[in-house]
């Protein structure tokens, strides 16, 4: 699940909640319902060879939901869950939504433009989120 956080910089929520019904495999295309977004608007995800690779792996493993774990579907990511993780991993202070920062960090390090960026995350269309998002300043940014 964090892997395809990080391909696809969805919330914890969509990532838990994700139904096969919602993944278009063949158009490379994941949908978030408006009512599963924190904006109200639907977000059409493009799955890059990372998010599809996860995917691939989780076929066939429960038959509503992508992520399941024993044969259930995944409902939450536990705190103790993701601390014993993280611990594992060695890492110190890092919050799921980090990932979300992260795989917008990427985009913007790889040239995605801002307006982009925010279309993809499913952002408000003032530009503010995004900003605070990353870290940087509304007026400084050029659109």
Not at 5 to 13: P, Q, V
Not at 28 to 49: C, E, F
Not at 65 to 85: D, E, I, L, N
């Amino acid at each position: 699940m964090t892997a395809f956080a990080l391909a696809t910089g969805l919330r914890k929520s969509n990532v838990t909640g994700l139904c096969w019904s919602q993944v278009d495999l063949s158009r490379r295309v994941a949908l978030i319902h408006p009512d599963q977004s924190k904006t109200r608007r639907a977000i059409a995800v493009p799955l890059n060879v990372d998010a599809l690779r996860v995917l691939s792996l989780q076929l066939g493993r429960h038959p509503v939901r992508v992520f399941s774990y024993k044969g259930g579907p995944v409902a939450q990511v536990t705190t103790a869950t993701w601390y014993k993780a993280l611990k594992r991993c060695g890492i110190e202070d890092f919050r799921w939504h980090d990932l979300q920062h992260t795989w917008a960090s990427w985009h913007v390090q790889n040239g995605t433009p801002l307006n982009v960026l925010q279309d993809l995350g499913g952002e408000c269309a003032d530009g503010k989120a995004i900003c605070s998002f990353l870290g940087c300043s509304f007026s400084s940014v050029c659109w």
